[in-house]
C-alpha cells in the first residue's frame, strides 16, 4: 500500500488515519468514519465544509522511519512486546455546519512530517472546494502524488496545485 504521512491508499479509497483503526475513508461519493473495519458513520461530500486533522508532527522529515528503529531495539533488547501503539489523534469534521470530532489512529508513534500533514490538509479542502476532482478517489495513488506536490510547496514555500 502507497502511504504519504497521514494519507494511505486502500481498495477502492483514499483513508485518513490508520486503515486498522480509527480512520476516515474517502471515496468518491462519501466520507466514511471507520473504525477498522466498521462503518461508524457516512457523510455525502456534499454536506464536508471542511476537515482538519489533528495529530503530532515534526520537522524531521522521516518520523516513521526513526520511531520504528528505536521501538524495535527497544523490544528486541526487553525480549518482549514493549505496547507502544501510538495514541490516537483527532479529526474535525464540519458537516453542515456542526462541528464532529472523532479519534483518529496514526501509523506510527512520533509525529508526521508537518508538511504531509499541511499537504493533506490542502488535499482534503481542495476535494470539498471541488466536487469534480472528487472521481479521482477512485484512483487512490494519483491523489497521493498531489498530496506530495502539495507538501513539498508548502515546505519551500512556492504555492502550487
Do not use: C
Request: glycine share 10%.
Amino acid at each position: 500500500m502507497k502511504r504519504y504521512g497521514p494519507l494511505i491508499v486502500v481498495p477502492g479509497a483514499l483513508a485518513v488515519g490508520d486503515p486498522g483503526r480509527h480512520h476516515l475513508r474517502l471515496t468518491p461519493d462519501a466520507v466514511l468514519f471507520r473504525d477498522g473495519s466498521e462503518n461508524r458513520g457516512i457523510v455525502p461530500w456534499i454536506q464536508v465544509e471542511r476537515v482538519l486533522i489533528d495529530v503530532p508532527v515534526t520537522r524531521f522529515r522521516l518520523p516513521g522511519l526513526v520511531s520504528t528503529i528505536v521501538i524495535g531495539a527497544l523490544t528486541f533488547l526487553a525480549v518482549s512486546d514493549l505496547g507502544m501503539d501510538p495514541d490516537d489523534g483527532t479529526v474535525d469534521v464540519q458537516i453542515d455546519g456542526e462541528s464532529t470530532t472523532a479519534p483518529l489512529s496514526r501509523h506510527h508513534v512520533g509525529g508526521y512530517w508537518a508538511p504531509t500533514v499541511d499537504g493533506a490538509h490542502r488535499l482534503l479542502q481542495h476535494l470539498i472546494d471541488h466536487p469534480e476532482q472528487r472521481s479521482l478517489l477512485a484512483r487512490p495513488e494519483s491523489l497521493l502524488d498531489v498530496a506530495a506536490r502539495l507538501a513539498r510547496s508548502a515546505a519551500s514555500g512556492t504555492s502550487g496545485a
